[in-house]
């Protein structure tokens, strides 16, 4: 009795300085253990060679500058919360590092912070303001759309053998679109919707037998295997993000953006027309612009052929005026022309195809204008769904001032941007108006601020009464019509 009292009391004791040393923090080992065993890597999805190829594009393009901010990309769904905002940055940040293309913004996380923006740091210098900003969502997951499950087996008295397999279906779905930042709208057409199945399976087998099944106590075996293959919802949402952001800027661009996409991802994408004309007035190389792919240099406007318009012969200015005009006609700053009270002057208005020239679906036109004097010139273009643009006087050329005798190219190589043609078979027109006095004070504002992006009227014709309004009729005006094919 004694001795097992005294085994007992010693297994307790061994037990109890176990305990201890179990509990014992062991630093080094804890941290051994913690550290993963895999080497890190770099993430890859389906689209990382696209956004290299994405970069090139930018490049070969002369796409750089843009600013570009974010709003949240929350998850609408509440079930695969990702760091989608963080993912965006890096997509950006890929097809940017060489070119350029874009510069994000981190600024705020919702609608009110992107307000916020049009006033914020007027007294800095260093703080720019993104022309446009992103929102999206994960929109939709339907988890087990499909299922399937399935297994067989045998059993027999000495052995067993089964096999199973299964098979789970989701669908995650991720919306975004772009908007100007200076007026909060929505730019038609620049939208990414796509989605991607993300798929769980599993398979296993078992084995079963037993040893000396005649003898008293047989000794039964048993054997279990099984896989599991599942994909990752949030590495699905990386993908849909990249896929996104790929599909908006090669939109936004112009540039040919599904020739760095597969096959299938190319099929997958909704064919939209995006106007030649951005709300934004952005240009490619973050100035202000119509939407554009490489804007590169105009040649020298060569000089203009007489059109069948009635026309006064070019007069050049007096002898003692010339040097003055000449300086002018290098500045966008011009002086105003001396003619204050006398009527408009005649010009010619022409293409770089002639007076009724066609074009081709994504060809550009180059219009050229030559007045007979100095006059102050404001030119419109009507697209083929009746949007007005004022094309001249722009961003880049502010002056409305035209020297008696120039020719004068729209655009011309400090005009980077291109009056693209995107809707066949239709018919569009540009007009000008040449008056002798300044009229920026008397225009109203729709037509005075806003240049490359749309006015609010309904046609040329609205144009042309609001000229005839402010000026009583003192104005000459020409158009131009021309036919795409």
């Given at each position: 009795m004694k001795s097992t009292?005294?085994?007992?009391?010693?297994?307790?004791a061994c037990l109890a300085v176990a305990g201890c040393q179990t509990t014992q923090p062991t630093t080094k080992s804890a941290l051994k253990t913690a550290t993963p065993k895999s080497p890190p890597a770099r993430t890859i999805t389906g689209f990382s060679d696209a956004l290299s190829c994405m970069d090139d594009l930018f490049a070969k393009h002369n796409v750089n500058g843009l600013t570009v901010t974010a709003q949240d990309i929350p998850d609408q769904t509440q079930r695969t919360a990702s760091g989608t905002k963080d993912m965006l940055i890096s997509a950006l940040s890929r097809m940017s590092a060489r070119s350029g293309a874009f510069k994000f913004v981190a600024y705020g996380s919702d609608l009110s912070d992107i307000v916020d923006l049009q006033g914020a740091h007027k007294g800095s210098s260093?703080?720019?303001?993104?022309d446009f900003f992103l929102r999206g969502s994960i929109s939709q997951l339907d988890e087990g759309v499909q299922q399937k499950s399935g297994g067989a087996g045998i059993n027999t008295p000495v052995f067993n053998l089964g096999a199973q397999a299964s098979q789970l279906v989701s669908v995650v779905g991720v919306d975004m679109n772009m908007g100007c930042v200076k007026n909060l709208q929505i730019i038609p057409g620049l939208t990414s919707s796509n989605s991607v199945a993300v798929v769980r399976q599993g398979a296993g087998a078992n084995v079963g037998g037993v040893l000396n099944a005649q003898s008293i106590s047989p000794i039964g075996i048993n054997l279990d295997f099984s896989v599991d293959q599942n994909e990752g919802t949030h590495q699905a949402v990386r993908t849909l993000i990249e896929l996104g952001s790929i599909e908006l800027m090669g939109k936004l661009t112009g540039v040919p953006y599904k020739s760095c996409l597969s096959a299938e991802a190319k099929a997958a994408l909704q064919s939209v027309s995006v106007p030649a004309m951005l709300p934004c007035n952005v240009a490619s190389n973050g100035g202000s612009s119509a939407n554009v792919a490489a804007a590169q240099p105009?040649?020298?406007?060569q000089p203009v052929a007489a059109p069948a318009?009635?026309?006064?012969?070019?007069?050049q200015p007096p002898a003692d005026t010339q040097p003055a005009a000449q300086a002018a006609a290098q500045d966008t700053t011009q002086a105003a022309p001396q003619a204050a009270d006398t009527a408009a002057s005649d010009f010619v208005l022409t293409s770089d195809r002639g007076d009724n020239p066609s074009y081709k679906l994504g060809e550009s036109i180059t219009l050229r204008l030559q007045s007979a004097q100095d006059t102050y010139m404001h030119c419109f273009y009507q697209q083929a769904n009746n949007t007005v643009v004022k094309v001249f006087p722009n961003r880049f050329r502010q002056s409305a001032v035209i020297r008696g005798g120039d020719i004068v190219a729209i655009p011309d190589g400090q005009m980077p941007f291109r009056l693209k043609f995107d809707q066949p078979s239709s018919r569009e027109?540009?007009?000008?108006?040449?008056?002798?006095?300044d009229l920026?004070?008397?225009l109203p504002l729709e037509i005075v601020e806003r240049d490359l992006e749309p006015i609010p009227v309904n046609s040329l014709d609205d144009i042309t009464a609001v000229f005839d309004e402010v000026t009583e009729g003192n104005y000459t005006q020409r158009d131009i019509v021309i036919q795409v094919h």
């Open positions: 009292v005294r085994t007992a009391a010693i297994a307790c260093s703080f720019v303001t993104p105009e040649p020298a406007p318009q009635p026309a006064a012969a070019p007069v027109a540009f007009s000008c108006i040449a008056s002798s006095t920026s004070e008397r």
